[in-house]
T-cell receptor, first 115, second 112 residues
Framework: EAGVAQSPRYKIIEKRQSVAFWCNPI?????LYWYQQILGQGPKLLIQ????????DSQLPKDRFSAERLKGVDSTLKIQPAKLEDSAVYLC?????????????FGPGTRLTVT | GDSVTQMEGPVTLSEEAFLTINCTYT??????LFWYVQYPGEGLQLLLK?????DKGSNKGFEATYRKETTSFHLEKGSVQVSDSAVYFC???????????FGPGTSLSVIP
C-alpha cells in the first residue's frame, strides 16, 4: 500500500515570497490533515478536511495561508507571503473517517526555510 | 478545549533501563489515545493506540493503558535499547470530528 506522498521535501525561499506544498493521501482516506511542526515542538493542526470540505481551520493564519482539496483527494497548502516564523516542517497526514479510532498516516514532510 | 500534556524532556536513560513517559489529557467525550514516535530524520509513525477505557495498547515492547479515571495514557517499556532513541508524542483523537491533538513531545536518548 502506498503511503502519504508529499512534495517538495525541502524548500528555501526568501521572506515575502510564496510557496506551495502538495500532498497525496492514502487511497480511500477521506480525512486529510495539514500540520506545522516547528523544531522542538509537537505538530500543530493547520487545517483538516473531510473529503473536500473543511472540518477545522481555526489555527490557519488565513491572511497568508490557504489550502484546498479538490475532488476530495490531493491537497495543496500555500503560503503567501511567507514570514521568517513560517520556517518549519509541514506535515500532511490522512486517516479513515469514523468512530473506529483510526490512526493517522503521515507523509515525510516538507522542510521550509524562510530567509 | 481538549488538550494533551506530556512530561518534559529530554530524557536520558542507560540501555536496559525502565522507561515511563507520562501523558495526561483533557477531553469531552471518549477520545481515542495514541502514541506516535519520530525517529531521527524520519516521519511520524504510530507506535500504539487504545480506543476505549482500560484498553492496553502495545507494540515493540512498549505499552500504555487508557485510564479514564486518571485521564492518563502513560507509555512504558521494561528495557530500552539504543534504537529507541526518538521523540515520542502522545495524542488524542476526538470522537466528534476526528480532530487530533498532539502533546509537545518527549525526547528520549538511550546511551549504551
Amino acid at each position: 500500500e502506498a503511503g502519504v506522498a508529499q512534495s517538495p521535501r525541502y524548500k528555501i525561499i526568501e521572506k515575502r515570497q510564496s510557496v506551495a506544498f502538495w500532498c497525496n493521501p492514502i487511497s480511500g482516506h477521506a480525512t486529510l490533515y495539514w500540520y506545522q511542526q516547528i523544531l522542538g515542538q509537537g505538530p500543530k493542526l493547520l487545517i483538516q478536511f473531510q473529503n473536500n470540505g473543511v472540518v477545522d481551520d481555526s489555527q490557519l493564519p488565513k491572511d497568508r495561508f490557504s489550502a484546498e482539496r479538490l475532488k476530495g483527494v490531493d491537497s495543496t497548502l500555500k503560503i503567501q507571503p511567507a514570514k521568517l516564523e513560517d520556517s518549519a516542517v509541514y506535515l500532511c497526514a490522512s486517516s479513515l473517517t469514523g468512530t473506529g479510532g483510526y490512526e493517522q498516516y503521515f507523509g515525510p514532510g516538507t522542510r521550509l526555510t524562510v530567509t | 478545549g481538549d488538550s494533551v500534556t506530556q512530561m518534559e524532556g529530554p530524557v536520558t536513560l542507560s540501555e536496559e533501563a525502565f522507561l515511563t513517559i507520562n501523558c495526561t489529557y483533557t477531553a469531552t467525550g471518549y477520545p481515542s489515545l495514541f502514541w506516535y514516535v519520530q525517529y531521527p530524520g524520519e516521519g511520524l509513525q504510530l507506535l500504539l493506540k487504545a480506543t476505549k477505557a482500560d484498553d492496553k495498547g502495545s507494540n515493540k515492547g512498549f505499552e500504555a493503558t487508557y485510564r479514564k479515571e486518571t485521564t492518563s495514557f502513560h507509555l512504558e517499556k521494561g528495557s530500552v535499547q539504543v534504537s529507541d532513541s526518538a521523540v515520542y508524542f502522545c495524542a488524542l483523537k476526538e470522537t466528534s470530528y476526528d480532530k487530533v491533538i498532539f502533546g509537545p513531545g518527549t525526547s528520549l536518548s538511550v546511551i549504551p
